[in-house]
Structure formats: structure tokens, C-alpha cells
């Protein structure tokens, strides 16, 4: 029973953390697409298609980052180790997506990234590097 229960807090804890670590890469993907009004200008005029593959490389790319940054895992892999991968990405999604909501509710136009599906697909595309790579 006790090693159920801390195979349980380990799963909460991998997932919790997964999803700190996406969050606070999307959101500084987020923060880096408005001070780069270029880049933000051609994902705009993107079809959506187009964006959410610039997205998702754009997530693979943070993803190679953050290995970079923490080579290890960041909570240790439990025996249900591949959940984080899509629980992780839907929590992403929503919180970039009220960022959005939070960010037009301010009168400011929000960023793509800022929605639940491009947040997702970012996330996703990062966890997905995360989940091959990290030992």
C-alpha cells in the first residue's frame, strides 16, 4: 500500500513539474513573440496550419533547451512515467489560454501562443523532446 501511495505522489509530483517547466518556457515564448514583432507579424498572417508547426518547432527547439538546462528528470520517473505527457501539455494549454483571455480583458492584443491549442501543440512538442532525450 505505501508503495502505491508514493508511486501516486511521485506520478503528481513528475506531472506538476512537467507542467511548471512548459508553462514558464511557453510563456516565455510568449513574452519573446511580442518583443520580436517580426516574427509576430508573419505568425499572425500564417494560416493556422503554418502556425501551429512554427510552434511546434519553435516547442521542440525550447525543448532541446530546457534538456540543456536540466539533463536529468525533474521529479523521478514513476512506473506510469508517460502520463505527464499528456495531461502536462491540456494544463499548458488552458493556462496559456487564460493568459490570453486575461491579457485582451487589459485591452492588449494577445499573442497566438496565448490560446489553448497553440499552447498545447508548444508543450506537447517540448515534453515530447523532454520524454525521448532525458534519462
Known amino acids: 500500500m505505501e508503495e502505491l501511495l508514493g508511486a501516486l505522489l511521485a506520478g503528481i509530483a513528475e506531472l506538476i513539474a512537467e507542467f511548471l517547466l512548459e508553462a514558464a518556457f511557453a510563456e516565455l515564448a510568449g513574452i519573446l513573440s511580442r518583443a520580436f ?53 491540456i494544463l499548458t494549454g488552458l493556462l496559456m489560454a487564460q ?17 489553448f491549442s497553440y499552447g498545447f501543440i508548444f508543450a506537447l512538442a517540448m515534453g515530447l523532446v523532454r520524454f525521448w532525450l532525458v534519462h
Do not use: D
Not at 500564417?46 to 519553435?58: K, L
Not at 493568459?99 to 490560446?115: D, M
Open 37 to 89: 514583432r517580426l516574427f509576430r507579424a508573419k505568425v499572425r498572417r500564417a494560416s493556422p496550419v503554418v502556425a501551429a508547426v512554427i510552434f511546434g518547432v519553435v516547442g521542440v527547439c525550447f525543448g532541446f533547451l530546457s534538456v540543456w538546462l536540466f539533463p536529468h528528470h525533474l521529479v523521478h520517473p514513476t512506473r506510469v512515467h508517460g502520463i505527464s505527457l499528456l495531461i502536462s501539455p
Open 99 to 115: 493568459i490570453g483571455r486575461t491579457v485582451r480583458r487589459w485591452g492588449r492584443q494577445s499573442v497566438r501562443i496565448e490560446s
